[in-house]
């Protein structure tokens, strides 16, 4: 089973910093694409930012020119780099894992439990 972690989230005021970290542990034979996702009360999961298995990086609307999705692959470990925080950046941000048990295997997507932000003064 894979395991999936996330850490950092908060309370911070409006125009301040955070750095969410996720880990993936467990019987892992290769890990995929990771992802962080937000949910809002009220609201639908939407995509924050993915880093695909080729490096390449997507952003979702709300997050370009303001967070930084990084990895460590050696640690199967996926960050958030976030700035420039607005109140409606709030929300649970979960953390998306695709990976593979055994060799062979089809990726498939492991979640979180979520970290709150909270952006308030």
Not at 28 to 41: E, H, K, L, N, T
Request: aromatic share 10%; glycine share 14%.
């Amino acid at each position: 089973q894979v395991h999936v972690v996330e850490s950092g989230g908060g309370l911070v005021q409006p125009g301040g910093s955070l750095r969410l970290s996720c880990a993936a542990s467990g019987s892992i034979f290769s890990v995929g694409d990771m992802a962080w996702y937000r949910q809002s009360p009220g609201t639908e999961r939407e995509l924050v930012a993915i880093i695909y298995n080729s490096g390449n990086v997507k952003y979702g609307d709300s997050a370009k020119d303001r967070f930084t999705i990084s990895r460590d692959i050696a640690r199967n470990m996926v960050f958030l780099g976030m700035g420039s925080l607005k109140p409606e950046d709030t929300g649970v941000y979960y953390c998306r894992v695709e990976a593979a048990i055994w060799r062979g295997e089809v990726r498939q997507s492991f979640w979180g439990q979520g970290t709150q932000v909270t952006v308030s003064s």
